[in-house]
């Protein structure tokens, strides 16, 4: 059974029967379910990830005037619920970032993760909040939310970033795409420095990776998933396994040659996407000269006019 499963049905049987009887008044302004970080939360939980912070539970979430008021009481009647529910046991111990269920602020919970409780974002906090942080915000599900205070913020991120800011990301990896894998991989090898190329590679695939997310207009997850979700996709999945291939092969003559073929393959196929999409009136294989195509299009002149670099 999938960790948000577990959480549901545990909430349902044990958790609403309780919030209905002893918290009535209270549970027409509530929010519950499950968000937050964890493997469980994105779907991608497996046995492997019952090793640790696993377990049956859920998250109230209150209003800040609510929370003052009710989350002593409300914390001890959660922390009565049973303690195992179909053979799993809720945790003894929080994880070290603080715990993942439990009773929360609506208004804490969302600064914690994106700087700000109120929305729309200004383009400083869209560009400044590491991407993993937004798909934690929007990742788990919702049981219910009766006032509909903490889906406001949800809804509002579901759409992606706006459309400036998109761009400037895309921008700002692209001529980092250049400068890693299409410059430096081969000038480190040139200059005997084995160890800055393998970075170089490593420096490609990471700014490719932030791109795909970006022309899909999804927020991407924490490193450890990265690949996870590009599998589930649907622009340019395939390209997986050659980014994989790049970072799991050595730097031998032969390895090195068809390293530089899978680089311009896999930017032909990007700037092929930008295409699609309207992004760039470029033709070349350069990603650099897409970089600043893509930044011309920006409508903000205050964004445009940035350091290209700014954004990744």
Sequence with gaps: MKG??????????????????????????????????????????????????????????????????????????????????????????????????????????????????????????????????????????????????????????????????????IAAHSILCNQSGQYNYARSLAHGENGSAQLAINEFVRHVISIVYLLNNTFEPFYKWVYRGLRELPILSELEAPLTFLTETGNSDTEVQGKLEIIEDICRLIIDEYHNQGLTMATCNNMDTHAYSIQDKIKDANLRNLNVFIGA
């Design 4 to 169: 948000i499963e577990l959480c549901e049905k545990y909430f349902y049987e044990y958790g609403l029967p309780m919030l209905e009887s002893e918290f009535s008044e209270l549970f027409p302004r509530m929010a519950i379910g499950v968000v937050g970080q964890g493997s469980e939360l994105l779907g991608y939980d497996d046995e492997i990830s019952r090793d640790h912070d696993f377990e049956p539970g859920f998250c109230i979430w209150l209003t800040a005037e609510d929370y003052k008021k009710y989350e002593f009481k409300l914390s001890r009647a959660y922390s009565k619920l049973p303690k195992e529910f179909m053979g799993i046991k809720r945790l003894a111990v929080a994880p070290a970032d603080g715990p993942r269920h439990g009773v929360f602020s609506i208004d804490d919970f969302y600064i914690r993760l994106l700087g700000t409780a109120s929305v729309p974002l200004s383009v400083d906090t869209w560009l400044n909040i590491p991407s993993h942080y937004l798909k934690t915000a929007t990742c788990g599900k919702v049981f219910i939310d009766n006032l509909g205070e903490f889906t406001k913020m949800r809804e509002y991120l579901s759409s992606g970033y706006p459309e400036d800011v998109r761009l400037k990301k």
